[in-house]
T-cell receptor, first 115, second 112 residues
Framework: AQSVTQPDIHITVSEGASLELRCNYS??????LFWYVQSPGQGLQLLLK??????LVQGIKGFEAEFKRSQSSFNLRKPSVHWSDAAEYFC?????????????FGAGTILRVKS | DTGVSQNPRHKITKRGQNVTFRCDPI?????LYWYRQTLGQGPEFLTY????????KSRLLSDRFSAERPKGSFSTLEIQRTEQGDSAMYLC??????????FGQGTRLTVV
């Protein structure tokens, strides 16, 4: 069955430090992969997506992610974290259903930024 | 267009009562999704509409849950005889074809 694992429930980084959030997926077909961010009381905002092609994808707010098929991973990175990046981050895989497709999400990683 | 709109934002109800939530998608979007998010978890798929047709339903969606999208525009999600386990954030998302899905801010349901 399809699933997404985000091993880190919480991560704390200093402002200006680099960030890597881990994501591993399980899906039998070629995956469509996504990273979303959710601030308190807000909906989900798409940061970036991978469908095919270049395995390093760029997103909004300076984020990037690298798809590694051999490791079934899609880790999110940012070279220098800002205090406004504090939020919860969700990795997701697009799954084909009989009449459409849906997103299967990981449990999320809460990012705290210390000054 | 200001994006996907969900109402109400918060709902507190007593166990056993019925509740209904509304989602107004982005106007030209033909696909609409409902997800449920409980504390400490990612969103879980509940159901999917293409225009007015409800094409997919999760096993999570018990008989107490019903969703409609009567004219292919707004959608409603009704929960009958609410239980404490129904307490969650209910998220709506819409998209046009296979483009990016946009999420609303959600309706937080608390069953007391």
């Amino acid at each position: 069955a399809q699933s997404v694992t985000q091993p880190d429930i919480h991560i704390t980084v200093s402002e200006g430090a680099s960030l890597e959030l881990r994501c591993n997926y399980s899906y039998g077909a070629t995956p469509y992969l996504f990273w979303y961010v959710q601030s308190p009381g807000q909906g989900l905002q798409l940061l970036l997506k991978y469908f095919s092609g270049d395995t390093l994808v760029q997103g909004i707010k300076g984020f990037e992610a690298e798809f590694k098929r051999s490791q079934s991973s899609f880790n999110l990175r940012k070279p220098s974290v800002h205090w406004s990046d504090a939020a919860e981050y969700f990795c997701a895989v697009g799954v084909v259903m009989e009449y459409g497709n849906k997103l299967v999400f990981g449990a999320g990683t809460i990012l705290r930024v210390k000054s | 267009d200001t994006g996907v709109s969900q109402n109400p934002r918060h709902k507190i109800t007593k166990r056993g009562q019925n509740v209904t939530f509304r989602c107004d998608p982005i106007s030209e979007h033909n696909r609409l999704y409902w997800y449920r998010q409980t504390l400490g978890q990612g969103p879980e798929f509940l159901t999917y509409f293409q225009n007015e047709a409800q094409l997919e339903k999760s096993r999570l969606l018990s008989d107490r849950f019903s969703a409609e999208r009567p004219k292919g525009s707004f959608s409603t999600l009704e929960i009958q005889r609410t239980e404490q386990g129904d307490s969650a954030m209910y998220l709506c998302a819409s998209r046009q074809g296979n483009t990016e899905a946009f999420f609303g801010q959600g309706t937080r349901l608390t069953v007391v």
